[in-house]
């Protein structure tokens, strides 16, 4: 009886220093949420570029912001959304990370504002998991999860935290069939 006491007195100790360890360490599990709401804004006529069913701002409706997205890992869940990088496409300005336009025929990508970090992961390769295959893009821009409902985001509202926006040439390498491209739980890796 005593061993056992002592042994269970051991593992809470144990149980203790490492949890002040992680506390310490800042290791805690990461939260990720909403840094505040823009209002919507109508578009002037003709403004708001539909293209790839993109949404435009609505008069009246709140949208959340976010400075962060989810914690990447080895296999980091997000949500694939499609966009044209092109000149006149729906995505807006040119891409942050080199102020170009790209075709859709280029394998590249916008990241949420906590998953583009401060422009650090511009003109990188991550890799992209979904529908059963693999492909290594580059990231060119950002999705910004902060504002939205102006001309340089093509009128439409701020990214959710959890957004890789492709070109066609991304979901194409997927092999998604066009009438199905929009939305794709996916995954992505750093590469």
Known sequence: MKKQILFSVFEFIIFLCFHFLFFSLGIEAQTCDPSGTIPGTTPPPGQCNQDNNADCCVEGEVYTTYTCSPPVSDNTPATLTI????EGGDGGGASKCDNQYHSDNEPVV??????FSQSSRCNKFININGNG???????????DSQVGC???HAYQPPCRNNIV??????WTALGVPESEQGELDITWSDA
Do not use: H, I, M, P
């Open 83 to 86: 966009n044209s990088f092109q």
């Open 110 to 115: 916008a990241l949420s504002t906590g998953w």
């Open 165 to 170: 926006d492709a070109s066609k040439a991304v």
């Open 133 to 143: 295959k693999s492909v290594r893009v580059l990231v060119v821009d950002e999705c």
């Open 150 to 152: 102006d001309d340089e």
